[in-house]
């Protein structure tokens, strides 16, 4: 049996945003320098992680504990970044990260009643023919499991970014298949379904720090698509198949900023 192309839940939607993009960070293992943006947010989601797992395991992290976790990511040796790329300096990144974690944990934290943060999952080998297999994994960065209204269980996914709220909604367009990524994982792990519409929470990093929620359905059938339609893995294991990665000149990320594939792709202008 070939070995199995494994794809994180978080990158599904690069994949088919430039998939040759997509092949030379996954597969060529290319690489760019992370924005300070890209650094703000790892390090606001870090400061929410500390704070909701303390509320699953009692261990006392208030708010401003999580404010402290956040600024010392942010400024851990470790988080390179070129801040020349960037249209944000340190002191507002620090300005913006304490105002979104601070809200978050007053505000909209306590609304929920979370089962598991960030939790790992079991990989997930989905056999899709020609000794082609399509391995889905990766820990839920940055999700909940959340109760749901009547029982049961949903995904509730944190999202940061300049413009992660829009019109006071949280921006949903194109996380579906990461979240029908996790709902597969969060069942092939635990046995158990996921029953309900699976939650976006979007913190704002741009102009005004907002955060607000948005839904997304039917997730996993993105993924797996139905009787009539295939799925976006189904889809992915034909490019595997052929080794064909299309790229796509006009995704809003075809640029040296985001693309390390920028400088020897001639798909561009
Ligand atoms: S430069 Fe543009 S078209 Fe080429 S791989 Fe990058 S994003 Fe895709």
New binding site residues.
């Given amino acids: 049996m070939n070995a199995p192309f494994t794809v994180r839940a978080s990158s599904w939607a690069g994949l088919f945003d430039?998939a040759?993009?997509w092949e030379?960070i996954h597969l060529l293992k290319l690489r760019n320098v992370v924005g300070l943006r890209a650094a703000l947010g790892t390090a606001i989601h870090a400061g929410t992680a500390v704070f909701d797992q303390s509320r699953l395991d009692g261990s006392g992290i208030t708010a401003d504990d999580a404010a402290g976790a956040m600024i010392d990511k942010l400024r851990a040796p470790e988080n390179e970044f070129d801040p020349s790329r960037d249209d944000i300096t340190m002191p507002e990144a620090e300005r913006v990260g304490l105002t979104l974690v601070s809200k978050y944990c007053t505000d909209v934290s306590p609304k929920y009643d979370f089962v598991a943060v960030e939790m790992e999952t079991k990989p997930l080998d989905i056999d899709c023919g020609d000794g082609v297999i399509v391995r889905l994994t990766g820990t839920m960065d940055r999700a909940r499991i959340r109760k749901a209204v009547g029982g049961g269980v949903g995904i509730a996914d944190l999202k940061s970014g300049a413009t992660a709220v829009r019109q006071g909604a949280a921006v949903t367009q194109g996380h579906g298949p990461q979240i029908g990524t996790y709902e597969l994982l969060y069942e092939h792990t635990t046995g158990q379904p996921i029953t309900d519409d699976a939650e976006i929470i979007g913190l704002k990093t741009k102009g005004m720090p907002e955060i607000a929620t948005g839904t997304i359905r039917n997730g996993k059938r993105v993924m797996v698509g139905d009787q009539d339609n295939p799925g976006l893995i189904e889809f992915a294991a034909e490019m595997f198949k052929t080794g064909r990665f299309y790229?796509?000149?006009k995704?809003l990320?075809?640029s040296p900023k985001y693309?390390p594939?920028?400088a020897t792709?001639h798909?561009?202008d």
């Fill in positions: 430039c040759y993009r030379g790229p796509n000149p995704s990320l075809c693309c594939r920028h792709c798909f561009h």
